[in-house]
């Protein structure tokens, strides 16, 4: 078990920040990549961004890049999603996601790559 527990979320004016984090609870991860995906409502699950656990590369949906940044500290059980300039559109809620088996051929940009999920934390956006 890899429990994963997000925080962070809240309500922001659009134009604000928030930083949301993700923790691997009970043991060091020792996976291949963490991921933040969210779920606005009435629309299906998308991916937001990911960082690969052993080269730090990352990698972002398009409507995020340059506005959202991942990152992981020196720990190896904590991801954090910085977000910028916040958008109406950024509504949701979201979801930390971690890969700790092979990715069974998937995309680390595609939820079935990933088998721990956190509950979801909500990121609201007022305009």
């Known amino acids: 078990q890899v429990p994963l527990v997000e925080s962070g979320g809240g309500l922001v004016q659009a134009g604000g920040s928030l930083r949301l984090s993700c923790a691997a609870s009970?043991?060091?991860?020792?996976?291949?990549?963490m991921g933040w995906f969210r779920q606005a409502p009435g629309k299906e699950r998308e991916f937001v961004a990911c960082i690969l656990w052993r080269s730090d590369s990352t990698y972002y949906t398009d409507s995020v890049k340059g506005r959202f940044a991942i990152s992981r500290p020196n720990a190896k059980n904590m991801v954090f999603l910085q977000m910028n300039s916040l958008k109406p559109e950024d509504t949701g809620v979201y979801y930390c996601?971690?890969?700790?088996?092979?990715?069974?051929?998937?995309?680390?940009?595609?939820?079935?790559?990933?088998?721990?999920w956190g509950q979801g934390t909500q990121v609201t956006v007022s305009s």
């Open positions: 009970g043991r060091t991860f020792s996976g291949n990549a």
């Open positions: 996601a971690a890969n700790t088996a092979g990715s069974g051929g998937y995309s680390f940009t595609n939820a079935r790559a990933y088998d721990y």
